[in-house]
């Protein structure tokens, strides 16, 4: 058995989620912030057969897509400087995913 956690940002986890329960997967949610740009995320716990990890990938890829925005990071160079809006293209969405080995599960 293995445990998949999946970071994924919050404008994809109701269509993963709409897509893990419909092929019976159980899944937890749990709400995370992401550290680079402070976004929303979420944070879902998925228990799998070692033969299922593969069904669950696929349906991550498909239902969490990466897209580009255009943000403003302020920066500062030095103390007493002002803030400086500068505006940055970066990359967000996708999942990131972590296949754990399970030892032991129990339904309790």
Do not use: W
Request: proline fraction near 3%; hydrophobic fraction near 40%; glycine fraction near 6%.
């Amino acid at each position: 058995m293995k445990l998949i956690v999946a970071i994924v940002q919050d404008q994809d986890v109701n269509a993963l989620m709409d897509a893990l329960t419909e092929k019976k997967y159980r899944v937890t949610k749990l709400s995370s912030t992401g550290g680079f740009l402070k976004s929303g995320n979420t944070t879902l716990l998925i228990g799998v057969e070692d033969d299922k990890v593969n069904e669950v990938k696929e349906l991550v890829d498909h239902n969490c897509k990466t897209r580009e925005i255009t943000t403003s990071l302020l920066t500062v160079t030095m103390p007493g400087d002002t803030f400086v809006p500068y505006p940055l293209e970066v990359k967000v969405g996708g999942a990131t995913l972590f296949v754990l080995n399970v030892d032991e599960f129990l339904r309790v």
